[in-house]
């Protein structure tokens, strides 16, 4: 295997630092039935997901007001172009941010001021080059890892590579956000409502076993 591309002195952007200061958590937000939730909860970070092109004007600019970091997942809002004209109209709307796993888009959302998170599924290690490579050429603000407890097999260059990072998927516990900031991503993701009250002072101790990564395989 070749080796992982490096991602220069990689730093969380300094909005998404203070959003994520006091609830490492991001809320995926999925429809409208959670908003409310979200509001209500101390997590200052989401994720919308699911909700059609005609609902986002209705949901981002009152998110926007209440002081919350707003990212749209592109892939996952129907009606939503994958073009530069949809990065545009989530821009207009006040949206901070944007999610995609299409490469194109991420590289189309930082000149006009977004936010940007690449979402990598992570499957096996020829997957894990393939996303480290595209991350590189990215250059996103964040990436989202999926699945999060994949995150504890992936070396520490690796992770390197796609820091700072976002764990997502099978994110369930306070152990597992605490687990998945311990490896060394900035924050968990998660659509469970009861997470977006967690804040940093509450997390579970790791046991020192949890951080102990398997030898890896010395080829696929």
């Known amino acids: 295997m070749p080796p992982f591309p490096?991602?220069?002195g990689p730093t969380l952007d300094a909005r998404l630092a203070r959003a994520l200061a006091e609830v490492p958590v991001v809320a995926s937000v999925v429809g409208t039935r959670p908003l409310r939730q979200f509001l209500t909860a101390p997590a200052r970070v989401c994720i919308l997901a699911s909700l059609a092109v005609g609902q986002l004007p209705q949901v981002v600019p009152?998110?926007?007001?209440?002081g919350r970091t707003v990212f749209v997942n592109v892939d996952s809002s129907p009606g939503l172009a994958q073009d530069r004209g949809a990065l545009e109209f989530i821009k207009n709307m006040g949206a901070h941010g944007v999610v995609s796993t299409r490469l194109s888009l991420i590289e189309k959302g930082r000149p006009?001021?977004?936010l940007t998170m690449?979402?990598?599924?992570?499957?096996?290690?020829?997957?894990?080059?393939?996303?480290?490579d595209a991350v590189s050429r990215g250059a996103p603000d964040?990436?989202?890892?999926?699945?999060?407890?994949?995150?504890?097999?992936?070396?520490a260059q690796a992770l390197r590579a796609m820091s700072p990072s976002v764990a997502a998927g099978f994110v369930e516990t306070p152990a597992d956000v605490a687990l998945a900031l311990a490896l060394g991503s900035?924050?968990?993701a998660t659509s469970d409502p009861r997470l977006w009250h967690l804040r940093r002072d509450q997390l579970p101790p790791v046991p020192p076993t949890a951080l102990k990564r398997p030898a890896a395989p010395s080829q696929e």
């Open 142 to 155: 964040l990436v989202e890892i999926m699945p999060a407890p994949i995150v504890a097999r992936m070396s």
């Open 62 to 66: 009152p998110l926007c007001r209440a």
């Open 6 to 8: 490096s991602r220069s």
């Open 112 to 114: 006009l001021g977004l």
């Open 118 to 132: 690449m979402k990598v599924f992570v499957t096996d290690r020829s997957n894990l080059h393939r996303s480290t």
């Open 186 to 188: 900035v924050a968990a």
